[in-house]
């Protein structure tokens, strides 16, 4: 008989983070696997991570780095704008972005509008440090096409923060000039618009290419940098515009007990290394 | 007769970041495959990011992303301390460190120092953008034990780079106190040592550590941060011990044409978001 030494069995999540470069992360337990109207949408838990939520194959959120990507998506336009009352969050349905623009006592209502019903269910079902925010009674969730309730909101918001998937399928439009020209007018007169905008490495014509569209519509265009481990090659970026106001300057105290933000992270993630200087011209 | 689609050969590097999380790279070419004295050594080409040294399943040097690195590792202390003259660089048989060194027109001699022979010479066969600077006048390349050649050099040098592979095996000791003590040793009164020190994601007890480990050893200690997109996370780590300068203040111009270094990028990279302040006390 022949003796084989025992094998365990193994789960791993690949993702395909461009079409030569994959992340695998190790998977103890698939805790949801489903399709939606939207996209394809993947709970797993993971000893590296914690739990991880995947759309159509790009992970969106991970409980161990997450605080990393919501506290620069919130914190560096609701740290520079005057008096931030009124937020609109597109996308972002896991609830993580929302919760940190909900710690600022500026705010009187943050809306989160995401399309897909089912990536909110999962975040309540899942993810609970995440979706928290989404019963404080300043939170209106609303699962509904954004672009929708953009025009239905003229000059109505002083921040909206573009929380979006990867720019493909019914995603692709929230990085174009129409779309931003859409949000400027759905801004009051010292409003900022704050975009994630791609890793710079794996995809530097979005990052380029958001920044230029971004430029068409607003006076005011910077981009940002922070590390985000579990996003492509963990270099992301961060796109503001604003209606005049420097989004580089402090204008407000940063909220208690952050982990990645701090008003020196903020001065510090506007300094650019040469080549992503160039990139965006 | 059944009809399959046509399927292409596919070949993947796989490099295990930690137990539980891997990064893939898609391959074209295996140029190098070899177990040296001290290590597995393998070269490929890669799509997306050129070609790769991996040492003992390492991801070492891509010609892409490079630049993120090594500037860090040379620039740091070049343009702190006020008048690097000479240099020593521990490990860094790629030649990379070198290159951006000799950058410098302060530097009389630089010194590689690498305990592998076959690193310098697949650097020279397959690298020729990182190698190209061992043919400088001021280099002076020595495969040897970067130990002992630090024993047989007291008070000799102006800045040590310790540009070592992840602290395991013949590595390890080149995080730890002991030869900490030595570099002090080596270095004259205005010295400065750098050193890699991981990711606080992927390798939090490195990097804190390490830190504690200078601290033993030099008066002042600093953390700095940057972009690295094929080690673990993206986000690394630069420990700076001196016998007395604050390391993050520059005091000499920087090189020209550098694509990830300038000044204000200097001055960023000591900026800690509060997580890693915390975790390194």
Redesign the interface.
Known sequence: MEVRPKRLNEM?L?EEQ?????????ITQVLRNIKTQYQDLLVVD???YGKVMVLDGAIQVTE??E??YHEMMAHLALCSHPNPERVLIVGGGDGGTLREVLRHDSVKEAFLVDIDQEVIRAARDFFPTLSCAMDDPRARVLPMDALKFIEDNRESFDVVIVDSTDPVEFAAGLFEAPFYANVHRSLKEDGFIVCQTE?P??DPHVVAGAIQDLRKVFPVVKLA?G???TYP???WTYGIGTKGLDPAEVRRPAPEG?????H??H??AF?L???LKSMIG
Chains 1, 2 share one sequence.
Do not use: Q
């Not at 461009?18 to 190790?26: Q, V």
């Open positions: 791993w690949f461009t079409h030569n470069m994959k992340l695998g992360l190790r993971t000893p590296e161990r780095d605080f990393c890793s490495f794996s940098v590390f985000m481990p090659t963990g270099f952050t982990r990645y933000y701090s020196e992270i001065r510090a300094v290394p040469p080549f």
